[in-house]
């Protein structure tokens, strides 16, 4: 196993509310990455980290901000989170060596917005 | 930009029957290639990747995939498949000199029947 953990696992929540989802890696990889994932859109990158606080935008980075304090933990926030954000949310790391170019992934981390 | 296409999103197959689950992909420069492999409520697992060298690679459980640059095409295939193979896989790629996120396709439900 990569050694990643989300938290929280399952969360529900109400629209308008501030939602953190949080990221831990044991590897001390400089990549992480956030991706969600939906019925027939596949996993969408929405921010990725390539450093302590180097942070860039993915493809749907509307209505949600990351942070990366520490190179274990990034953290994703949903400032005022809507029913379009309910997703299963993904969080990953960037293979180094002769893994160069794979990603490994967490267990997931399933919210819905009511 | 780079992309990913799964034309199907339903295969069905009779277990001991070869399978085949088509991608195909559109990125600026050399390709990296990859399949991942996800079952109900868990992660994505690697599977294989093509990144340069010889065009049929070899990956876990027995899979393999066939890199076509003619036809921008990146085919997983099994020679006999199991009923224990069934889960949803993705086909993913990135630029050989991006930062590194890869693009997923919306992937397909892969279903091996008794």
């Known amino acids: 196993d990569a050694g990643i953990t989300q938290s929280p696992r399952h969360k529900v929540t109400e629209t308008g509310t501030p939602v953190t989802l949080r990221c831990h890696q044991t590897?001390?990889?400089?990549?992480m990455y956030w991706y969600r994932q939906d019925p027939g859109h596949g996993l969408r990158l929405i921010h990725y980290s390539y450093g302590v606080k180097d942070t860039d935008k993915g493809e749907v980075s509307d209505g949600y901000s990351v942070s990366r304090s520490k190179t274990e933990d990034f953290l994703l926030t949903l400032e005022s989170a809507t029913s379009s954000q309910t997703s299963v949310y993904f969080c990953?790391?960037?293979?180094?060596?002769?893994?160069?170019?794979?990603?490994?992934f967490g267990e997931g981390s399933r919210l819905t917005v009511l | 930009a780079q992309s990913v296409a799964q034309p199907e999103d339903q295969v069905n197959v009779a277990e001991g029957n070869p399978l085949t689950v088509k991608c195909t992909y559109s990125?600026?420069?050399?390709?990296?290639l990859f399949w991942y492999v996800q079952y109900p409520n868990r992660g994505l697992q690697f599977l294989l990747k093509?990144?340069?060298?010889?065009?049929l690679v070899k990956g876990s459980y027995g899979f393999e995939a066939e890199f076509n640059k003619s036809q921008t095409s990146f085919h997983l295939k099994k020679p006999s498949a199991l009923v224990s193979d069934s889960a949803l896989y993705f086909c993913a790629v990135r630029d050989g000199g991006s930062a590194r996120q890869l693009t997923f396709g919306s992937g397909t439900q892969l279903t091996v029947l008794p």
């Open positions: 590897e001390n990889h400089r990549y």
């Open positions: 990125v600026s420069g050399n390709p990296y």
């Open positions: 990953a790391i960037s293979g180094t060596g002769e893994n160069t170019g794979e990603l490994f």
């Open positions: 093509y990144i340069t060298g010889d065009n």
